[in-house]
């Protein structure tokens, strides 16, 4: 689980990035221009909770095979009074923004609670194994938000170049991880990522 985990995350982080750069010509060319700056700006918060809700997605199933069901209902329903909640507080005064980073906090409302039950039924569940893939992650996003000041296409490329190079420079896979990738890569593959990488 541990290894889905963090493939969901390391997937996660470019696609959220990605939409982040090209969420204007995304909204304008699916909604209309009519929708301009605010539903980019909505999007560019929201795309953020696959990040937590990818995750979320797995526990869930991984509860309810340890027969948690109960609990993964009052956690949902939990994270549902939460929104609903703190949306009455602060949409008023701050707007569809605040809802849109709301709905993100709700789904880290979600890992927490899950985390909580995983804990109990599981066993200590050390989170150090993610990060090399959250620090790969940081340094993409900041190399695309800067550079995307000047140009949001450069930005993406550079930004998925500097992702996948963080990725081996912080060591994102384990030697174990390494082992299982490598043994479904072709030969030619396999043989051309240096040793250190692995």
Same mark, same amino acid.
């Given at each position: +689980?541990?290894?889905?985990?963090?493939?969901? *995350?390391?997937?996660?982080?470019?696609?959220?990035? +990605?939409?982040? =750069?090209?969420?204007?010509?995304?909204?304008?060319?699916?909604?209309?221009?009519?929708?301009?700056?605010?539903?980019?700006?909505?999007?560019?918060?929201?795309?953020?909770?696959?990040?937590?809700?990818?995750?979320? +997605?797995?526990?869930?199933?991984?509860?309810?095979?340890?027969?948690?069901?109960?609990?993964?209902? *009052?956690?949902?329903?939990?994270?549902?009074?939460?929104?609903?909640? *703190?949306?009455?507080?602060?949409?008023?005064?701050?707007?569809?923004?605040?809802?849109?980073?709301?709905?993100?906090?709700g789904?880290l409302?979600?890992?927490i609670?899950?985390?909580?039950?995983?804990?109990?039924?599981?066993?200590?569940?050390?989170w150090?194994?993610?990060?090399?893939?959250?620090?790969?992650?940081?340094?993409?996003?900041?190399?695309?938000?800067?550079? +995307?000041?000047?140009?949001?296409?450069?930005?993406?490329?550079?930004?998925?170049?500097?992702y =996948?190079?963080?990725?081996?420079?912080f060591?994102?896979?384990?030697?174990?991880?390494?082992?299982?990738?490598?043994?479904?890569?072709?030969?030619?593959?396999?043989?051309?990522?240096?040793?250190?990488?692995?």
């Open positions: +689980s541990r290894l889905a985990v963090k493939l969901l *995350v390391m997937v996660a982080f470019p696609v959220a990035m +990605s939409v982040t =750069l090209l969420a204007t010509p995304l909204v304008g060319v699916l909604s209309g221009s009519q929708f301009l700056p605010q539903g980019a700006q909505i999007l560019r918060i929201l795309i953020w909770s696959i990040l937590f809700g990818w995750v979320n +997605s797995l526990t869930n199933y991984v509860l309810i095979a340890l027969d948690r069901q109960r609990y993964v209902l *009052v956690a949902s329903a939990i994270r549902v009074v939460f929104t609903i909640g *703190v949306n009455l507080l602060f949409v008023g005064s701050f707007g569809y923004i605040a809802s849109a980073w709301i709905l993100v906090g789904e409302l979600l890992v609670l899950f985390h909580i039950e995983m804990h109990r039924q599981l066993g200590a569940f050390d150090h194994f993610m990060k090399g893939p959250l620090a790969a992650g940081l340094v993409m996003a900041a190399v695309g938000w800067g550079v +995307s000041r000047f140009h949001v296409s450069l930005a993406l490329v550079v930004s998925m170049v500097v =996948l190079g963080a990725l081996i420079l060591r994102a896979f384990t030697p174990e991880e390494w082992a299982l990738f490598s043994s479904l890569m072709p030969a030619r593959l396999r043989n051309a990522i240096p040793a250190g990488w692995r």
